[in-house]
């Protein structure tokens, strides 16, 4: 019975990571739920959120096309992410777990966790992807890369249903060949060198790994999560000592982009700068990492 039951179980890993794939995921696995809550902070662990869960699954989608990284900053502003892709991907697993296996499923939320404020998530969907095996730390703010799709956004599903865990990537593509070479010349990364908050900053060891990381959350944030850029102006507006002052912080040629982006419902306003991953050989030059790189290798086979 109990090599029946481990077939099942493979069986049905396999076509829940089909269906990540089929429905446009470029990268799909299993984290070790005994990691995940050993690692996640108590209140953001898996069992916080689904009180009976036994796996928890990741995914990832491609990042930018290539012709993205050739546009200039102010447009690159604009662009936003590919991430909603990886959730509408999730939520159909979800669905497609309970169909399948009659087990309870979720779609887990990407989302802050309303009783700590706008930097902390509910689950750490880097962390799943990162013990599911499909991404790995960069010297980036942590951001994942993967040695053949390089730079992916993530999204998780949870389910009580229970399913072998993969392994977390044994190499990390990150810091690259030239990346050290660069460190060794002016003590700094690509990364490094082109934030344009300098909110990134590390050491690589003498074996050309990383050492260190350090990341400064509030100065990428300021850049590039312009939510908490809002209410900063609008109590910068309310503070201002008349009624010009409030014209001049509100109709400010800089602010009203924020009340354009806002009414737009853009992206840009959640999104990164990306120049740090504009001048990352992996999130740029990985074999499959945009479409045209994955559109060749698919016809060469
Ligand atoms: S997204 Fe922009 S501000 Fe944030 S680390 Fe990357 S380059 Fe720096
Ligand atoms: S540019 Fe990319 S590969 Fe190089 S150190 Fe930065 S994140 Fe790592």
Redesign the pocket.
Known sequence: MASTKSADTEGAKQAILDYCLRKGALAAGVADLEALERIAPPGHRPSDLMPKVKSVISLGVGGQTQGAWSVPAKAMGYFGSTETRAYTIAYGAAFFIEGMYQTPAIYCPPDMDNEKGPRVPLQSLKLHAEIAGIGARSL??D?LLHPEFGYMYYASIFTELALEPDQPMAENPCPAPSCVSMYRQIGRTP?QK???????SGHIDADGKQAEMH??MA??????QQYEAVPALLAEAMAAEDAQGRDDILFDPDNKMLWYKMSVGSGGLL????????VCPIATKSPLADPIRRSKAKAAT
């Open positions: 980036a703010g951001i990364c082109f934030c344009p908050v300098q909110c990134l990341y400064d100065a990428c944030a300021e850049m590039s999104a990164q700068c990306f120049e740090c991953m504009r």
